[in-house]
């Protein structure tokens, strides 16, 4: 069966670039997470979906980051004027009833800016 | 603030030996905490996910506790295996809903 896919596998960018992330969840599942994993630390949180709206947003470290899911399925996000600390892996995970059910992971995008 | 903090950060056993991993959090008001095992450059593979209300999931090898009061969980394997070798993350849900906060991470080898 069709897990949680994320695309690209990999992105290298240059600093001040425009990158967009895009995830699709397991077919079915309402709620689509997005995580941040830095080398050597657990994944740390940066948004939440419910449906197409954003329930909660608090982990977005600042307004450079931005994330839709216009059709409740699909998310994509999008970092502008990319910094190298913007580093990181990005995961993408989704759950069939949220908020407090299993969360299943995709492979994540490695972002690598120069 | 939650906080999770998994010890020890590594740990290095010979095949066969049966292990315990350690899970602590600050705040004991979780809905779940769920344990995942991620390969090197992989993304996250869930293992067990125990909700509050419960006091241990099974699956094959993998014994995973949960005492809230206490803020403690812990993850067995039996009979550890090379294959085994990864890192293993716990993570809470808590009382704000919907995100997981995540430990560092336990690096396990397992030695043939």
């Known amino acids: 069966g069709a897990g949680v896919s994320q695309t690209p596998s990999n992105k290298v960018t240059e600093k001040g670039k425009y990158v967009e992330l895009r995830c699709d969840p397991i077919s079915g599942h309402t709620a689509l997470y997005w995580y941040r994993q830095s080398l050597g630390q657990g994944p740390e949180f940066l948004i939440y979906?419910?449906?197409?709206?954003?329930?909660?947003d608090s982990g977005l470290p600042n307004d450079r980051f931005f994330a839709v899911r216009p059709e409740g399925s699909v998310s994509t996000l999008k970092i502008q004027r990319t910094e190298r600390g913007d580093s990181a892996v990005y995961l993408c995970a989704s759950s069939l009833r949220p908020p407090f059910n299993e969360q299943f992971f995709g492979p994540g995008t490695r972002l690598t800016v120069l | 603030k939650q906080e999770v903090t998994q010890i020890p950060a590594a740990l290095s056993v010979p095949e066969g030996e049966n292990l315990v991993l350690n899970c602590s959090f600050t705040d004991s008001a979780i809905y779940n905490l769920q344990w995942f095992r991620q390969d090197p450059g992989k993304g996250l593979t869930s293992l067990l996910l125990i909700q509050s209300s419960q006091r241990e999931q099974t699956s094959g090898r993998l014994n995973a506790s949960l005492d809230k009061s206490s803020g403690r969980s812990t993850l067995y394997i039996a009979a550890s295996q090379p294959g085994d070798s990864a890192t293993y993350l716990c993570?809470?849900?808590?009382?704000?809903?919907?995100?997981?906060?995540f430990g560092q991470g336990t690096e396990l080898s397992v030695k043939p």
């Open positions: 979906f419910q449906g197409t709206g954003a329930a909660d």
């Open positions: 993570a809470v849900i808590d009382n704000q809903g919907g995100k997981l906060i």
